[in-house]
């Protein structure tokens, strides 16, 4: 496995299939009395999260924690960075403490990379900018996997705004690691540029036809999609996305039986997703929370248990 | 969540004769394998007084096996089954720096837990003791049994830590560059203790 | 000061001695060296000679940016790149938006001494894109600025282009535009928007916003007969529009960058903001277009658009750092190699895009000259077969932000002469 998890094209099948059944085992642990394993005792690690996130930093928290890890929470709002100092510089400054590592979310694509070149430490990316967001795709396939089985072949809808959803990028390249089949559906300004080549060259496909395609999934990922984006021009009112992209009460009855529901919040009720599709019988989205966690303690472990080893 | 465990996929290569290598020795046929388990099993009973609160569980991968044999043997003798799991100890060890990433195994505890059993733990080979030291933080995790009780196929001393067995298959005398090899049925095809290696 | 060249490649006129007499050529042939006193001789055997070179697009950041670079520096930087004229473009602090800031630039050139340093005006007050600037002032300062540019910005406002481009023509002046609608590229825009951009989530920079303004440009200067100059062309497309505005008589000039010439969007793949430059590195498609169109003129020149950057402004994450690259250096080698090398350009093509259509359309009258008797002594040796690999630390320029490290390139500058005396010999400033 490699060294730092900064993006999904990071982890081979093999990968992932290991983090999942790991988690599976770590999963056992939140059950217990004792919520605790010895496993990365005397590890350091340091949470730098430069945006809001309260659920992934949590988290990570309690996964290193559980695992007996020393966790540090930074919050970069307000701190250094907001006095001038550059991102290079607050993670060289928290490096030289000796850190083993850094669980970093930043608003800037990319910045996990340039991070992990910026520092000896290990470097998890917990959302970068539009970029990717690796450990919540992991849990997402999780949740699914719980569910469905074996994630190959089975097909899996994407629904929202694909160019500005990390989420969406990472569970993109993930499902297609695990050999799923999938479509992306949004309007075409959701749609980044140069997406034809790259569901070509990727092997996933694309629609506007929402109504066309849930009928056939395995199970379909609703992506939160920012009242923002209305201003920008890219749909023109909350009412036209969710009559044309919305998992609507109705939308609901055209999925089939087995067909799990996703959804990686936080939700907009009533916008992306009705309430009734939300908390609908077929609904992961409190499983995904619940192996939030799991999934995170099996990815701190992987990453930091040999970190050090003289190899 | 757990499953039962049925003999999970082996992590060691299969057992082959390492060719034109004279110095591996049988030490054990498939013959003394099954009658030193089955004199285990009977010492553990009568060590018990019966199968009362037994809760025996196996460390991958082939201290599961064989904790499946010894439960087999004591059914037959006591005429009702006895309680076996599996106990991972791959997040207890001591030397993850030092080596690759190990995958983990399966830990299931039957019902209703460990509390006031007692644990009957059962591996291959007893070497530093680093294993059981391990297997033993992973039970104060789980629960608080009555009491701990190790078996092993093979003793081959060198103990890194003041740890010792219960009920012991087959003492073996090593030297320290000399490796033990047990094969089992289950996972290698036959049943057979070799050892190979070590200085002329 | 006689200065004799023996055995330069004249290019069309074969190996040939170049006596320079203080600042003007004086004899070219075979000349007997004993027939006058001879202060410097230059064994020039194997090296084509060039008119000196002149970017039409230099950043020298100086005043307000002293620690990226200086008109020293970026002087020093030029005359090793072969370079005895560069425009200093107006986006400094303050912007060189009056007669008197853009006498100062002259002036801190002339002290320097290395290169004529040419002052660029901006079109804008400030460079806010609304109010035109003193453009006639600073034409007959003693700057005497021809070219005008808000470059580091796009004149957006249709109007306010349209005034700029009739007013220039009084005085002979060009409006060079740095084509990006900020509408469909805004400031945050930084990767080439395709399938890169989308991978990454890096903010798309259409082709088309740079296209629809040198379409929009191109039809304004054709209704006010003026002149227009188009900076760094980066696409295939902006080349379908000057091709057909040429087409059409318009009297429209266009030039390139060494980067778009070479390399690529993929180098952006790893998030390195040394590759982020404004306009973005595009597919090899566009680059292929490119180089085709500078061979057969729908491009008339190169300009290295350099750039430097501190430190600090590009080590950022990729959407926080500064635009830019370094070029003055290294331009002619990188010409030399993807365009000599591939047989799109012989020397004579090269001395025509990077010293005599850069001079004529910025209007200096000493540079860009054919070799000949009589003419001032700008001169560029070149060396065709060195081979060099670029090193960063090796540069006399401020700045780092060198996207040509590690690379070996084919053909590099030997000597330089500036109205008649060495700036640089053997590759090192004189």
Redesign the interface.
Known sequence: MKRHLLSMNDLDRNDILTILDTAESMHDVQHREVKKLPTLRGRTVVNLFFEDSTRTRSSFEIAGKWLSADVINISAKGSSTSKGE???DTVRTVAAMGVDGFVIR?S????A??VSEWVDAVVINAG?????HPTQALLDAYSMRQRLGDLQGLHVALVGD??HS?VL?SNLICLKTLGARVTVVAPPTLM????E??AA?EGFTTSYDLDAVLPCVDAVMMLRVQRERMSGGFFPTAREYTVGYGLTRERLRTLQKHTVICHPGPMNRGLEIAADAADAAQSLVLDQVSAGVAVRMSVLYHLFAGEGSLT | MTRPESAPPSDSPPADLPEGDQSVRVVMSSGDVSRALRRVAHEILERNKGSQDLLVLGIPTRGVALAQRLVHVMAEVEGRDVPSGALDITMHRDDLRRNPIRAIEHTYIPAPGIDDKTVVLVDDVLFSGRTVRAAMDAISDLGRPRAIRLAVLVDRGHRDLPIRADYVGKNLPTSRSERVQVCLAEHDGLDEVRISGGDR | MNTLIKGADLLGAGRQDVLISDSVISAIGTLDPSARTIDETIDADGLVALPGLVDLHTHLREPGREDAETIASGSAAAAIGGFTAILAMANTTPVTDTAEAAERVLDLGRLAGLVDVQPVGAVTKTLGGEELAELGLMAHSRAQVRVFSDDGRCVADAQVMRRALEYVKAFGGVVSQHAQDPMLADHNACCH??????????P?W?GVAEEVIVARDVILARHTGSRVHVAHVSTAGSVEVIRWAKAQGIAVTAEVTPHHLMLTTDLVA??DPTFKVNPPLRPSQDVEVLRAALADGTIDAVATDHAPHAR?DK??????AAFGVLGLETALSVVSEVMVRAGLLDWAGVAQVMSVRPARIAGLARHGRPIAVGEPANLTLVDPSATVTVDREASLSLSRNNPWHGRKLTGAVHATFLHGLPTVLKGELA
């Open positions: 550059s991102l290079r930043h800037a694509s990319g910045a990379q340039q970068d900018g539009l970029h990717e694909l160019t990390r990028r980044p540029a140069g997406i080549t790259w060259s | 928007e395709g399938e890169l951009s989308g991978r990454l989530g890096l798309g259409p790893g998030y600090h080590e950022r994450t990729f959407i926080d």
